[in-house]
């Protein structure tokens, strides 16, 4: 494996976080944070000799723009105390624009043209794509990411000719997508697993018109039951306000800048209208169906619908998730809607919540039943109150299988059980969380001296 070398910069500013991790959180919670921070610079990113970043996901060949973006996410709050830093984000940003340019619908790429494929009998042979599965927030991730550097350093360098083109073509494809018999995109896999392939001949299951943007396939890559999924709604809603922002300030397009707005209001209010469902009962149960349900006590978002009755009522533990919306989508999510569904998620009602000896928290359809991911412990943490995460942050700690590593999920009793032994993104949402319980013990100090 070839090693990117870091600037003394970067490596000097994750020792220093690392060691107010360890102060906060003992010695081997700093350790593992410390090893994860270097690792995911040093071993998952290729520099390339055109300004851009190529980043895998750990045990995966291939770029995911999803992956990409969250594997950075410990690194954000550093970007305006260190430009080397800021520097390496750029280039991943060029290049998920640069993906993004050569096909929208792609969810993974490769390294150039090099024709590895997941499936070589995949309906799309393009050399460049390892697979094209859309799932909207392949769109999504990269604006956020670009949007949150300029916000921190100020720099428009990203912005060119390509990233302008790159964002408007974002904001057509999602129109587009509001009515998916317009649109030419199918996927069609030959397999006995039906989450791997659209039914229809690859155009997914029926759909109506809701207002919100449809997606073949959810953050998992797993293929959506029903076409609307709303948490990847509402982080495009919150992608296309970033959208907005960055061509009024930046760019000076002035259609644009009412275009994606106004599409962003367009996907809320298709939310608000079908994807706010009645909640299930105890036992899981379902209870009555969208189609305008007034928000309030005992109304919950669905995690899909399909504007023709169908409600899918359940969470996946890759985000954008319901749980993690205060995160990913926080000026479009209902916050009273999101805590009657944070209650249902964190509950045997949904049937992806599992419970066994050394940890309970959400797991997906994509893994083997009774399986814990992190990176939804870690959401959890991230979006409950400051003792889930210092609780949260030691069960982590707790149940890397004796690795040293997060993985994409464990047996709930046998954390020595699980997939995936590198798993970037994993490690990446146990730093944050780390980093959060580091900040939120020093803030607690700076409060008692000045008591």
Same mark, same amino acid.
């Given at each position: 494996?070839?090693?990117?070398?870091?600037?003394?910069?970067?490596?000097?500013?994750?020792?220093?976080?690392?060691?107010?991790?360890?102060?906060?959180?003992?010695?081997?919670?700093?350790?593992?944070?410390?090893?994860?921070?270097?690792?995911?610079?040093?071993?998952?990113?290729?520099?390339?000799?055109?300004?851009?970043?190529?980043?895998?996901?750990?045990?995966?060949?291939?770029?995911?723009?999803?992956?990409?973006?969250?594997?950075?996410?410990?690194?954000?709050?550093?970007?305006?105390?260190?430009?080397?830093?800021?520097?390496?984000?750029?280039?991943?940003?060029?290049?998920?624009?640069?993906?993004?340019?050569?096909?929208?619908?792609?969810?993974?790429?490769?390294?150039?043209?090099?024709?590895?494929?997941?499936?070589?009998?995949?309906?799309?042979?393009?050399?460049?794509?390892?697979?094209?599965?859309?799932?909207?927030?392949?769109?999504?991730?990269?604006?956020?990411?670009?949007?949150?550097?300029?916000?921190?350093?100020?720099?428009?360098?990203?912005?060119?000719?390509?990233?302008?083109?790159?964002?408007?073509?974002?904001?057509?494809?999602?129109?587009?997508?509001?009515?998916?018999?317009?649109?030419?995109?199918?996927?069609?896999?030959?397999?006995?697993?039906?989450?791997?392939?659209?039914?229809?001949? !690859? %155009? $997914?299951?029926?759909?109506?018109?809701?207002?919100?943007?449809?997606? &073949?396939?959810?953050?998992? =890559? +797993? *293929?959506? #039951?029903?076409?609307?999924?709303?948490?990847?709604?509402?982080?495009?809603?919150?992608?296309?306000?970033?959208?907005?922002?960055?061509?009024?300030?930046?760019?000076?397009?002035?259609?644009?800048?009412?275009?994606?707005?106004?599409?962003?209001?367009?996907?809320?209010?298709?939310?608000?209208?079908?994807?706010?469902?009645?909640?299930?009962?105890?036992?899981?149960?379902?209870?009555?169906?969208?189609?305008?349900?007034?928000? !309030? %006590? $005992?109304?919950?978002?669905?995690?899909?619908?399909?504007?023709?009755? &169908?409600?899918?009522?359940? =969470? +996946? *533990?890759? #985000?954008?998730?319901?749980?993690?919306?205060?995160?990913?989508?926080?000026?479009?999510?209902?916050?009273?809607?999101?805590?009657?569904?944070?209650?249902?998620?964190?509950?045997?009602?949904?049937?992806?919540?599992?419970?066994?000896?050394?940890?309970?928290?959400?797991?997906?359809?994509?893994?083997?039943?009774?399986?814990?991911?992190?990176?939804?412990?870690?959401?959890?943490?991230?979006?409950?109150?400051?003792?889930?995460?210092? %609780?949260?942050?030691?069960?982590?700690?707790?149940?890397?299988?004796?690795?040293?590593?997060?993985?994409?999920?464990?047996?709930?009793?046998?954390?020595?059980?699980?997939?995936?032994?590198?798993?970037?993104?994993?490690?990446?949402?146990?730093?944050?969380?780390?980093?959060?319980?580091?900040?939120?013990?020093?803030?607690?100090?700076?409060?008692?001296?000045?008591?």
């Amino acid at each position: 494996m070839t090693r990117t070398l870091l600037d003394p910069a970067i490596t000097t500013t994750l020792r220093e976080a690392a060691d107010r991790v360890r102060a906060a959180s003992g010695a081997r919670v700093g350790d593992l944070v410390e090893e994860a921070l270097l690792r995911t610079l040093t071993d998952t990113i290729t520099l390339g000799g055109d300004g851009t970043a190529f980043v895998i996901t750990g045990d995966i060949p291939a770029m995911w723009m999803r992956d990409s973006t969250t594997q950075l996410t410990p690194y954000l709050r550093f970007l305006g105390s260190c430009p080397p830093l800021a520097d390496l984000v750029a280039a991943v940003v060029r290049r998920q624009l640069a993906c993004l340019d050569h096909d929208p619908y792609a969810n993974a790429f490769n390294d150039g043209p090099t024709g590895a494929h997941y499936d070589p009998d995949d309906v799309c042979d393009d050399p460049h794509v390892w697979e094209q599965k859309y799932e909207i927030d392949s769109l999504a991730y990269p604006v956020t990411l670009a949007h949150t550097l300029w916000r921190a350093t100020g720099r428009t360098d990203i912005f060119d000719k390509r990233a302008h083109r790159v964002l408007r073509k974002i904001t057509r494809q999602l129109r587009v997508e509001q009515d998916h018999d317009t649109s030419a995109y199918r996927f069609q896999r030959e397999t006995d697993i039906p989450t791997e392939t659209l039914a229809r001949d !690859g %155009r $997914g299951s029926a759909v109506g018109r809701t207002g919100m943007t449809w997606s &073949g396939f959810r953050p998992s =890559d +797993d *293929a959506c #039951t029903y076409g609307y999924n709303i948490p990847a709604n509402l982080f495009a809603a919150q992608a296309l306000r970033a959208i907005g922002e960055i061509a009024t300030e930046v760019l000076d397009d002035a259609a644009l800048a009412a275009d994606a707005p106004a599409l962003s209001r367009e996907l809320v209010e298709g939310v608000e209208r079908f994807g706010v469902v009645e909640a299930p009962s105890a036992d899981g149960s379902a209870g009555a169906a969208g189609g305008g349900a007034t928000p !309030g %006590r $005992g109304y919950v978002y669905a995690y899909e619908v399909d504007g023709l009755g &169908g409600v899918l009522r359940m =969470d +996946d *533990a890759n #985000t954008p998730s319901l749980l993690s919306l205060p995160l990913v989508a926080p000026d479009v999510y209902d916050e009273a809607v999101w805590r009657e569904t944070r209650d249902f998620v964190l509950s045997p009602a949904n049937p992806y919540y599992f419970t066994g000896t050394a940890a309970s928290g959400v797991g997906s359809p994509h893994t083997a039943p009774g399986r814990v991911w992190p990176i939804a412990l870690a959401v959890e943490a991230l979006t409950g109150t400051p003792e889930d995460r210092v %609780r949260v942050l030691d069960l982590l700690a707790r149940t890397d299988g004796g690795t040293r590593r997060m993985h994409e999920a464990f047996d709930a009793s046998d954390p020595t059980v699980f997939s995936r032994p590198w798993f970037s993104w994993a490690d990446s949402m146990f730093c944050e969380l780390a980093l959060v319980v580091a900040d939120e013990a020093a803030a607690d100090e700076t409060a008692a001296r000045e008591e």
